[in-house]
């Protein structure tokens, strides 16, 4: 009998329903719980002796997991602690401390297959440390820069043989207003250049531009990989293809063997066993590394293409090669 899988994620994460489907569909156990439901709906006991690693169990009203039995864990962008009203500010970041070193410091030190490990996606999520990482295990990657400073940008840009585009370091989403928004990579005109004001407000982002052919969507789980090519059928998604999703084409695709190569010596070194890796395609064929998400989306992938990534996410929880 296989052991238990924990799932920690978004109540609403509906790519996280069709792994739990599929795992309940081949009789796995599995507790699902969000991180939004401690304290108020999951309750957590646990005990370290000098004998055994942690013992207990994680408990809502209904239904228990021993945490000694856990097999594997499956760590998808779950919410944020919620607490009792009537807590002061003060009191909740207090409370909110307490919560993610003692639930997240037990869950942690689960020793069990993860999807992914919380500790390697948060220092794999900074685009600098995968970009060199990249580089370092073979994968071509565009000129970048990052800086504060206008005239570090005119620089690079003067060094470049065409365009520079800019882009985010981290999240391109944010909320405004109440209102979901969302920063999308910009390719720069020569005036751009000529008015830079705002620069030193924060860290950006700059790479050299690259002639698209197209762009492909790789997914890894595992060994396994799945690359879906992306075509744009729009100018604003030629720029950026997730600003105009309704342009789009999918079509399922093959993988150079040196990108393989790459890929699962990047993987390594980011300690992550799930990633959703972007790649431009330019006109002679050659892929070039964009970035890799360890919590990135890929349902819609799966739907467009039929590829089975929800059965690959299962069989990695599971210990299936």
Not at 26 to 39: K, L, N, S, T
Not at 168 to 189: F, H, M, N
Not at 301 to 316: F, L, R, S, V, Y
Request: proline share 6%; with cysteine.
């Amino acid at each position: 009998m296989s052991l238990p899988v924990l799932i920690i994620a978004a109540n609403d994460d509906w790519p996280t329903d069709r792994v739990v489907t599929e795992l309940t569909d081949r009789g796995v156990e599995v507790f699902r719980m969000d991180a939004a439901d401690f304290p108020q709906r999951v309750s957590l006991a646990a005990r370290l002796d000098g004998d055994d690693a942690w013992a207990g169990e994680l408990a809502t009203a209904h239904r228990a997991v021993d945490l000694s039995r856990v097999g594997a864990v499956y760590y998808r962008a779950p919410g944020a602690f919620q607490f009792p009203d009537g807590m002061t500010g003060p009191e909740e970041r207090f409370a909110a401390a307490q919560a993610r070193a003692g639930l997240g410091g037990v869950l942690s030190a689960l020793d069990c297959r993860w999807v992914n490990h919380p500790t390697f996606m948060a220092r794999a999520e900074y685009k600098p440390v995968q970009l060199d990482a990249a580089r370092s295990r073979g994968l071509r990657i565009p000129p970048t820069l990052i800086t504060n400073r206008p005239e570090a940008v005119r620089e690079f840009a003067a060094a470049m043989p065409g365009p520079v585009v800019c882009k985010p370091v981290a999240s391109p989403v944010l909320i405004e207003d109440g209102q979901l928004k969302a920063v999308y990579t910009r390719r720069l005109a020569k005036e751009d250049l000529l008015d830079l004001r705002g620069i030193e407000t924060t860290a950006h982002l700059f790479q050299a531009w690259v002639d698209k052919s197209h762009e492909v969507r790789l997914t890894v789980v595992g060994r396994r990989m799945f690359a879906t090519e992306i075509h744009a059928g729009s100018d604003a998604a030629h720029e950026d293809w997730r600003s105009d999703y309704g342009s789009l084409t999918y079509t399922a695709t093959g993988i150079p063997d040196d990108v393989q190569f790459g890929m699962r010596r990047l993987m390594d070194r980011l300690h992550l066993t799930y990633g959703a890796a972007d790649f431009i395609v330019d006109p002679s064929g050659q892929w070039w590394f964009l970035e890799v998400n360890p919590c990135g989306q890929w349902d819609w992938i799966q739907g467009a293409t039929g590829q089975p990534i929800a059965a690959a996410i299962a069989d990695e929880l599971q210990g299936v090669s």
